[in-house]
């Protein structure tokens, strides 16, 4: 299901230039979708670092899966 949404024609050009030039060429939904997921998530930071040793866990947490062997399809 899909609705309108009046934004400025600017908005729509900036919003398509992320998409194709920092989103790999994904449609303008999904571009959305992409900022609002990475928004929420710079947010949930944010609040973690009003804990120091919250925070001092998820980075390492964040580097051991970053560490990880994440090689899903071997052709």
Known sequence: MYTTVRISTATREE?????????????LDQALRIILFDRSAAAAVARMSLDPEELKNYHAE??????????????
């Not at 964040?62 to 052709?75: G, K």
């Open 15 to 27: 919003l398509a230039r992320v998409a194709r030039d920092e989103l790999g060429d994904v449609d």
């Open 62 to 75: 964040a580097a051991l899966l970053a560490e990880c062997d994440v090689a899903v399809w071997d052709e």
